[in-house]
């Protein structure tokens, strides 16, 4: 007798397959004492695993997990600056930045006070606050990450932002945190903004980047990078 | 994704995910640990997550990712075993094998462990794995052949008693 593969009898479980494939796996379980046996062991380790982690108590697990790692890039914009950076805005661009897909980003970087237009290879120190102004040439999901030399992946916004065409800041900012710590400032737009180019910086940055590089390994094509040098 | 819809992904889709981590990286807390970065992605990535023809399929992927990374990062685990683990009949010859690569799972690079967790924890055969990964079937015939030949050479020499 064939038997469904594992992950078939796993995604029956969960009704996760098209109606007509799930109606055929539900026959052969039906009959087959061995993927019952199966379905029958894997419905016991779901109830004991739900048991052991409930779903509130896993939601708020990551709910604290976003919170530090909010504190730990530090994404916070109060309202006063993000006026300051809206009107640094009209006095910094169009300049020179990052070229992204048709369009290109750009960083702020704001200091005692003093915001800055910082190309794509910017100096900085603990207590900066940097801000990604992405240009589009029409609208298209942006994604930005900070990728350190350490090895960690942090995104800067919590989920893909649709932009509009034209220049746009994306929300929120990024403090620099202490100790500084070498990387790159990553933005991708259109396709790119996916889990898959997070996947890809997560895997080859893990273990530590060449601080030397101009930008981080695993970028995708549509992916661009602005280097952050600690000073 | 409000934090109720990201409970009940967690209650439809969570405890396999979590059984799949603790496959992979064979360490309980490493396991939670990839268990949580893969909802995370989830969170951030709805809209990927809901486009996905087969959420648990789309799950997997990033969970496996998870775990390689985990694994990249720390090489020395806890080994749990195999028993711990909801087993299908399989062979003897297939059962050792998958033990010996899944153990030393983090020696390979990432591609081949891609292969390998398609291959033993899904059971998929070529085809669907080379559907799966976008890779030739003669690329996917190579990382099982490697990996074959790998577990072969650790078997003999974990019964000659050479450490490995």
């Known amino acids: 007798m064939s038997h469904p593969t594992a992950f078939v ?5 969960v009704d996760d ?6 109606a055929a796996a539900r026959a052969h379980v039906a009959a087959c004492a061995e993927c019952r046996a199966y379905a029958d062991s894997l419905a016991a380790r779901s109830a004991a695993r739900l048991a052991e982690v409930p779903p509130a108590a896993f939601v708020q697990k990551l709910v604290a997990r976003r919170r530090v790692a909010r504190r730990r890039v530090a994404a916070a914009v109060t309202a006063g600056m993000g006026a300051l ?7 910094w661009l169009p300049r020179a930045g990052v070229r992204l897909k048709g369009g290109g980003f750009a960083l702020e970087r704001q200091r005692d006070g003093v915001v800055t237009r910082v190309g794509s290879d910017a100096a900085v120190r603990a207590g900066d606050r940097l801000r990604v102004i992405v240009t589009l040439p029409a609208p298209a999901p942006a994604d930005a990450w900070f990728v350190g030399v350490d090895g960690h992946v942090d995104a800067l916004v919590d989920a893909p932002v649709m932009t509009a065409a034209g220049e746009q800041p994306l929300p929120g900012s990024v403090t620099v945190d202490a100790p500084c710590v070498d990387g790159w400032i990553v933005v991708a737009s259109g396709d790119a903004a ?9 895997a080859h940055a893990a ?18 990078a602005a280097r952050l040098r600690c000073e | 994704m409000t934090q109720d819809e990201l409970a009940d992904a967690y209650r439809r889709y969570g405890p396999l ?13 490493l396991a939670e640990d990839a268990l949580q970065n893969a909802f995370m992605r989830l969170w951030r990535y709805e809209a990927s997550f809901a486009a996905a023809q087969s959420k648990l399929g789309w799950l997997y992927r990033v969970a496996d990712r998870c ?23 399989r062979s003897d010859a297939a059962v050792e ?5 899944m153990r030393f799972l983090s020696r390979f690079d990432e591609r081949t462990q891609q292969v390998a967790v398609l291959h033993y924890l899904d059971g998929l055969p070529q085809e669907e794995i080379a559907r799966a990964t976008g890779w030739s079937r003669q690329t996917v015939w190579k990382k099982l052949t490697l990996l074959r030949d790998r577990a072969a050479e650790l078997r003999a020499q974990l019964e000659r008693g050479v450490p490995v």
Do not use: K, N, W, Y
């Open chain 2, 17 to 29: 995910v979590a059984q799949r981590c603790r496959a992979i990286v064979r360490d309980d807390a």
């Open chain 2, 67 to 89: 775990c390689f990374d985990l694994l990249a990062r720390r090489r020395t685990r806890r080994e749990t075993s195999l028993a711990e683990l909801p087993e299908r009949q």
């Open chain 1, 9 to 13: 009898l796993e995604r029956l479980a």
């Open chain 1, 194 to 202: 996916s889990p898959a180019t997070e996947a890809s910086l997560r």
């Open chain 1, 17 to 22: 397959l098209p109606p007509d494939e799930a």
């Open chain 2, 97 to 101: 094998d998958r033990e010996l690569v």
């Open chain 1, 207 to 224: 273990g530590g980047v060449d601080r030397a590089r101009a930008a981080p390994p695993g970028l995708p094509a549509h992916a661009r």
């Open chain 1, 85 to 91: 950076l809206a009107a640094s805005l009209i006095l």
